[in-house]
């Protein structure tokens, strides 16, 4: 391949696949800092298609032939800090907070040095994030340790299999230890042969970065864990349009998702109940293509299992094999909305819920798959879903898990989210204001208008929200828990009708266990509220674009007839 085929490729890079292929060519050129930008480029691209762990090695690419190019810096440093991929398959070096503070600061650097006159704040607004989590000492993953070495000899001396085998010294004096990996110098990861070379020659000072000797090779992070039990884990909700909450999602909220029980069961009791001697569709299988197969077990003539997400698909793939069901299973890659089948379904399978019933824009999905995936009377698993509200005080202490995530998109404060929120907080009964029956006639939008009494004293602060699946006409009944959840023993329990994501009305069976979704509380300002006082709220939902928008008002008037809260509107 000629040099200007790159230039092309770099000229064309708004298509991400030109440039993947170009790259998966591996073709040299002899221009460096040409090879560099492209793979820079390509690495955008990976990033931009959730392919993180290519995105990572084509920046690490970037620096090895370039280590004087600033971008390359930059986006690596933010794929490092980026905690939303913890415990992600393709990416088990992340986060490295260090790493990327390290690359932040080379960036910053390297930019000052050119001749560009533009400023770019990016790099520094990253850095001041990452110091301001590291001083926080929240964060848990800092396994990275930079040391610079100022003069020869330092001290260290490096076996073949880049462990450290002595530490006297300099490296001694900045914490260098035997058993120490060396992982890059200078940003640059080299081969063995190359880094002695490199070590002898390369100008005074430079940084060489280790992974210390008690961090595994495969798991070079550990996940935050919440301070103390006591502590209600929170987040701040980040709306955003469906295709993002679909390429984000990893194997962790895979996992996260299999291990509610009751979610998990009550589908699977619906599959087994309906799919026999029909032909299936199952909409974001995920990295498992667990329903899919469970379809397959309980006689489907046929399912069709539809990813977008290009890492989970991958995945899918594998596991459908391993099963050896690909004569049964026709794995599709792509979003429900652009694929096509060759017949249309029976059955309709779908998960893909957000903390707002139609957050996560099935409403759309269904829609499209009525009229274009499935027959006019095909069953649906779940059936309904509905999303029910109430008044609410916010339990406290929290403990803000996305505060660990410095380069988070920017996030809506009156928007919190909490993992199994207790209803002894709430002020008045939870009352529906979202109901969708997945079948013919789904509407672009919809609005309720309730009015909520309080029942007892206290401060309102929001109006807290869970989920409600249901699954059509299936039989609750006695059975084996399996072993999706990694435990010793087996044991048995009830398969629920009825899915909430609300812990006091769909307990979990063990204490240890959460709900797969969190609860959102819409915030609103602090209001005394006594019994009988009123809140009235009304709920608009437009349904019919990619992003699904929400606007809440609440009034609050004391039974005096006071206004205590005058109309207040929250959107997203």
């Given at each position: ?141 800092v396994h990275s340790r930079y040391v610079t070495v100022r003069e020869r000899p330092f001290g260290m001396k490096v076996g073949e299999s880049r462990k450290v085998l002595r530490s006297t010294g300099p490296a ?169 089948l060759p017949e249309k379904a029976e059955v309709l399978i779908h998960d893909n819920f957000g903390e707002m019933a139609s957050l996560d824009g099935c409403v759309r999905t269904i829609k499209d798959a009525l ?24 339990p406290r202490p929290l403990h803000l898990t996305d505060e660990l995530d410095p380069v988070a998109r920017s996030r809506n404060p009156n928007l919190l989210c909490i993992l199994g929120f207790p209803q002894s ?148």
């Amino acid at each position: 391949m000629m040099a200007k085929d790159f230039r092309n490729g770099i000229d064309r890079c708004d298509y991400g696949m030109t440039v993947l292929e170009i790259m998966s060519r591996q073709e040299k050129l002899n221009t460096d800092k040409l090879y560099a930008k492209l793979c820079n480029w390509a690495a955008c691209c990976a990033h931009s298609l959730g392919q993180f762990r290519g995105a990572f090695e084509y920046w690490e690419k970037a620096i090895t032939r370039d280590p004087q190019l600033p971008d390359a810096h930059y986006n690596l440093a933010s794929l490092l800090a980026n905690t939303s991929h913890l415990e992600s398959r393709s990416t088990n070096t992340l986060p490295d907070l260090p790493a990327a503070r390290w690359h932040c600061r080379r960036a910053i650097d390297l930019w000052a040095a050119t001749d560009s006159k533009e400023e770019w704040t990016q790099p520094q607004d990253l850095l001041d994030d990452i110091d301001k989590v590291l001083q926080s000492g929240f964060m848990t993953p800092v396994h990275s340790r930079y040391v610079t070495v100022r003069e020869r000899p330092f001290g260290m001396k490096v076996g073949e299999s880049r462990k450290v085998l002595r530490s006297t010294g300099p490296a001694r004096e900045q914490g260098v230890e035997r058993g120490d990996e060396v992982y890059k110098i200078d940003g640059r990861k080299v081969e063995f042969h190359r880094f002695l070379n490199l070590f002898k020659i390369l100008p005074l000072p430079f940084d060489v970065q280790l992974l210390p000797r008690h961090v595994s090779e495969k798991l070079v992070y550990q996940t935050p864990k919440l301070p103390s039990v006591n502590k209600y884990a929170a987040a701040h909700l980040v709306p955003d349009i469906a295709a993002h909450y679909c390429r984000n999602y990893t194997a962790s909220h895979y996992r996260s998702q299999m291990m509610d029980r009751p979610r998990v069961l009550a589908l699977w009791k619906a599959v087994n109940q309906t799919v026999f001697n029909k032909s299936v569709v199952e909409i974001g299988c995920g990295p498992g293509a667990f329903y899919a197969r469970k379809a397959v077990a309980a006689g489907a003539r046929h399912v069709y299992a539809i990813e977008a997400n290009k890492e989970n698909y991958l995945e899918a793939k594998k596991t459908i094999q391993q099963a050896n069901m690909q004569d049964k299973i026709s794995l599709l890659e792509g979003y429900s909305t652009e694929v096509d089948l060759p017949e249309k379904a029976e059955v309709l399978i779908h998960d893909n819920f957000g903390e707002m019933a139609s957050l996560d824009g099935c409403v759309r999905t269904i829609k499209d798959a009525l009229r274009r995936l499935v027959l006019s009377k095909a069953k649906i698993i779940p059936s309904a879903v509905s999303t029910y509200l109430a008044p609410c005080e916010v339990p406290r202490p929290l403990h803000l898990t996305d505060e660990l995530d410095p380069v988070a998109r920017s996030r809506n404060p009156n928007l919190l989210c909490i993992l199994g929120f207790p209803q002894s907080h709430t002020l008045a009964s939870f009352e529906e204001i979202e109901d969708i029956q997945f079948g013919p006639g789904l509407a672009d939008g919809m609005e309720r208008n309730v009015t909520f009494t309080v029942s007892r004293a206290g401060t309102f602060e929001g109006l807290v929200s869970y989920i409600s699946l249901r699954m059509g006409e299936i039989d609750s009944e006695i059975v084996d828990i399996p072993a999706i959840d990694k435990l010793n023993k087996t044991t048995t329990t009830t398969v629920p009708y009825l899915v909430t994501s609300l812990v006091s009305l769909t307990p979990r069976y063990t204490p240890e266990e959460k709900p797969s979704w969190w609860n959102l509380v819409v915030r609103f300002p602090e209001t005394r509220v006594s019994p009988g006082d009123t809140i009235s709220v009304q709920f608009n939902i437009d349904y019919g674009s990619d992003k699904v928008t929400y606007d809440v008002t609440a009034e609050v008037i004391s039974r005096e007839g006071e206004v205590l809260l005058p109309r207040t509107t929250v959107g997203w």
